[in-house]
């Protein structure tokens, strides 16, 4: 591992055939938008119990409603950093010479405003509505959101952030669209996330077993499953990387 980011070597991105990011909080700080743990993290100052759970919307939707309104208005604003623009750009420059996917914890929308194509949200997005009651599908947002949830379309219930709580399933065709990718991948690439949380942390044992190259860029190196550790921020290292 070197001392220095300047000093890392491009990974040599042509070599390989399917590549898969998975990405965190960390490549969005740069975008302005706060990680989850950590100094200024959403955990440090918020309850997770009281926004941040499947059971803490069962009991006040609204609550939670309110509490995401603000991170929503964030998001819009929020422009995508030389991270998220590394990978939209190295997946056009391999073009139909390799898969370049994308599974991302962030519910930002940022790889997508960046130019990347097939990206898996996993826990969904807070550009997109659904409802509390029924099952009709996720909806974009397209208006000024207010303190009061709009109604389902179909069935008029409140609606709520087409995003996963602690606690909630995620939607098993993502699973199995991520599997799609990761089972055969030859280059696995973590960037700004923890690892904290599954089954998202879990998918380093996949791609392992796939026998990918696999690495982790982040700011503290303090996983210890990957065979290569990239020490730094995600947006000066990875144009670098990638490049
Ligand atoms: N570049 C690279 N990594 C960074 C940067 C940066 N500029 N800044 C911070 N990091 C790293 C931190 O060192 C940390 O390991 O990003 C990581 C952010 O970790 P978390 O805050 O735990 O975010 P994440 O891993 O995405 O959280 C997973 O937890 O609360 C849930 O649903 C939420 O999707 C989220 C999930």
């Not at 991170?71 to 420059?93: T, Y």
Request: aromatic share 6%; proline share 6%.
């Amino acid at each position: 591992m070197s001392e220095s980011s300047t000093s890392y070597q491009p990974l040599g991105t042509e070599r390989y055939k399917k590549i898969v990011f998975l990405t965190g909080a960390g490549i969005s700080k740069a975008s302005g938008l706060p990680t989850y743990r950590g100094k200024g993290g959403v955990w440090t100052t918020e309850n997770v119990e009281d926004i941040g759970t499947k059971e803490a919307m069962e009991k006040d939707s609204l609550k939670i409603w309110r509490a995401y309104v603000p991170r929503h208005r964030k998001v819009l604003e929020a422009k995508p950093n030389a991270a998220h623009q590394a990978i939209a750009d190295l997946q056009k420059r391999l073009g139909e010479k390799a898969w370049v996917c994308v599974l991302t914890q962030n519910v930002d929308g940022l790889h997508q405003a960046a130019g990347t194509e097939s990206v898996i949200e996993a826990h969904g997005s807070l550009r997109r509505l659904r409802c509390t009651e029924c099952s009709i599908k996720p909806w974009e947002i397209t208006e000024d959101l207010t303190d009061e949830p709009p109604p389902c379309p179909d069935c008029g219930a409140p609606a709520r952030f087409d995003i996963v709580l602690f606690n909630e399933p995620v939607d098993p065709m993502l699973g199995l669209q991520a599997l799609a990718f990761l089972g055969d991948c030859d280059l696995y690439i973590t960037v700004g996330t923890s690892g904290l949380v599954a089954p998202a942390s879990q998918l380093i044992d996949i791609a392992d077993e796939a026998g990918a190259r696999t690495v982790f860029v982040n700011t503290e190196p303090e996983d210890g499953r990957y065979q290569e550790y990239y020490v730094g921020k995600a947006e000066e290292l990875l144009p670098h990387l990638l490049r």
